[in-house]
């Protein structure tokens, strides 16, 4: 295993023993004031780029059923999401239920703001594989949309992924993932959200 490999490790490693105390604590001394300031929409500091996810969402879902397989068959399925800010709000995280027609199941996206780079770094781990949290997608916010990236294989193959965040209004988001086979040049969508809120944070 070479070094990076190792320090990739590492890291999925850590933030795997992480997690569940970051919920826990989650609402201790960092608890938001009702937002509704859409991100990136002119000047704005990124570190506040997630604020107006904060509160809870109902979510519906498309997914399509085989990814770079050339499936053109999509599951539609229902879910929710609850979001609350983390590290004195230089991160979140959202406790996703997802009702797979197979089977429903959790999921935990955390997010963490680089100050150095102005950039988040947002990984996602799944309660049905416990041990594995995904490469992390990396970027920001440009005019209102957000697109992140990451390496990472599929069936032994290299890919990239991409997150999109777009269609935001004070009381709707668009979540989108996309996979490419060759290196960013095309972009097969495979996940498609789109959330619509039903509560605002809790008050401080």
């Known amino acids: 295993m070479t070094p990076e490999l190792d320090r990739r490790t590492a890291l999925r490693m850590a933030l795997l023993a992480a997690v569940p105390n970051l919920i826990a604590h989650a609402t201790d001394g960092c608890a938001a004031e009702p937002v509704t300031r859409l991100p ?25 059923k085989e990814r770079l397989a050339h499936s053109t068959e999509w599951i ?24 797979l027609p197979g089977g429903a199941y959790y999921g935990v996206t955390l997010r963490a703001f680089d100050a150095r780079t102005r950039t988040w770094a947002i990984w996602w781990l799944d309660e049905r594989f416990p041990q594995t949290i995904d490469a992390p997608v990396i970027g920001g916010f440009t005019n209102g949309v ?13 890919i990239k992924v991409r997150y999109r965040v777009s269609r935001l209004t004070p009381t709707t988001r668009r979540w989108e993932q996309a996979f490419s086979p060759d290196g960013g040049s095309n972009w097969e969508t495979n996940w498609v959200t789109t959330f619509t809120r039903t509560g605002a944070p809790a008050a401080s």
């Open 76 to 99: 539609e399925f229902d879910g929710t999401s609850v979001v609350q800010p983390l590290l004195g709000g230089r991160g979140n995280v959202d406790d996703n239920l997802i009702n």
């Open 146 to 158: 957000g697109n992140f990236f990451a390496d990472d294989t599929l069936r032994g193959e290299p």
């Open 40 to 64: 990136a929409r002119g000047v704005t500091d990124p570190l506040h780029d997630f604020d107006f996810f904060f509160g809870t969402w109902r979510a519906h879902h498309l997914r399509l």
